[in-house]
T-cell receptor
């Protein structure tokens, strides 16, 4: 079975704190793709990152960083020095190999950053 | 370049009524899909298409119908609306690029209430 689990339903932090959102996935494919999306209160889905299974290099983009570990089937997302504008629901998703159009989402983590 | 256009943005239906949610993309993407978002459950795949004339079921297809007569359009039909179909619906299109460069574009969503 293919599955994505985001065990943290809600996280609340104070501005400037660092926060890590966990994502654990299950798949038997050796090739697959992982995504993170942000859904702000306005409701749209904003693409953050895509990672291929054959590329385990971690990535940093400004205050955002992603830690991909195939050994533990995890693709965690860290926000450094959080800001109120980071308040949103964050989704991790898995695209199975050779299944175009099909994304498997986790349940989402609602992040609240308080001033 | 409009991306993915969903209409309507809001809709209220009575139980038993039928309706069609429209989705159109202008990026010549081969893949299109429909998801529903319910609190605490993330986004779940309803139906998807890998090209004109080809559709397949996702995780929660019951009560919904799709067809894809053109590359651009992928309408979702509710045959006989039920309160359990109250949800936010998202349409997405995607492509397969070189080196696993798969990209997804989401519409802005349709908030459907069935009373």
């Amino acid at each position: 079975a293919q599955k994505v689990t985001q065990a943290q339903t809600e996280i609340s932090v104070v501005e400037k704190e660092d926060v890590t959102l966990d994502c654990v996935y299950e798949t038997r494919d050796t090739t697959y793709y992982l995504f993170w999306y942000k859904q702000p209160p306005s409701g749209e889905l904003v693409f953050l990152i895509r990672r291929n299974s054959f590329d385990e290099q971690n990535e940093i983009s400004g205050r955002y960083s992603w830690n991909f570990q195939k050994s533990t089937s995890s693709f965690n997302f860290t926000i450094t020095a959080s800001q109120v504008v980071d308040s949103a629901v964050y989704f991790c998703a898995l695209r199975p190999y050779n299944q175009g159009g099909k994304l498997i989402f986790g349940q989402g983590t609602e992040l609240s950053v308080k001033p | 370049n409009a991306g993915v256009t969903q209409t309507p943005k809001f809709q209220v239906l009575k139980t038993g009524q039928s309706m069609t949610l429209q989705c159109a993309q202008d990026m010549n993407h081969e893949y299109m899909s429909w998801y529903r978002q319910d609190p605490g459950m993330g986004l779940r795949l309803i139906h998807y298409s890998v090209g004109a004339g080809i559709t397949d079921q996702g995780e929660v297809p019951n009560g919904y119908n799709v067809s894809r007569s053109t590359t651009e359009d992928f309408p979702l039909r509710l045959l006989s609306a039920a309160p359990s179909q109250t949800s936010v619906y998202f349409c997405a299109s995607s492509y397969s690029g070189q080196g696993g460069n798969y990209g997804y574009t989401f519409g802005s969503g349709t908030r459907l209430t069935v009373v």
